[in-house]
């Protein structure tokens, strides 16, 4: 979030810069509403690691980090993330 508030400060940057929110359940689920795909970022991390991938599918979502790739439904859908989170 440092850097994303950083980078908003630059108005060359601030209109690519994807709307960004610090995860809860509540808000990921809204977000999906909006967005087919959203990525769910680690607090530490660098070069992309640890980065959860959320797809709007048919019937629920694809939750997937790495080579991880787990398919479920709204109810199981904050239990699995925060198993990939560790």
């Known amino acids: 979030m440092k850097k994303h508030r950083e980078m908003l400060q630059h108005s060359a940057l601030r209109h690519h810069i994807p ?9 990921a689920l809204r ?3 909006s967005y087919s795909t959203i990525f769910i970022k680690p607090n530490h991390g660098s070069g992309g690691n640890g980065i959860i ?9 694809e939750v997937r980090c790495g080579l991880r790739r787990t398919l479920v ?3 199981s859908l904050y ?3 925060q198993s990939y989170l560790g």
């Open 73 to 75: 439904g709204p109810a």
């Open 79 to 81: 239990k699995t993330i």
């Open 31 to 33: 977000m999906l509403k």
């Open 19 to 27: 709307e960004t929110l610090w995860f809860t359940h509540a808000r």
């Open 53 to 61: 991938r959320v797809n709007r599918v048919r019937n629920g979502y």
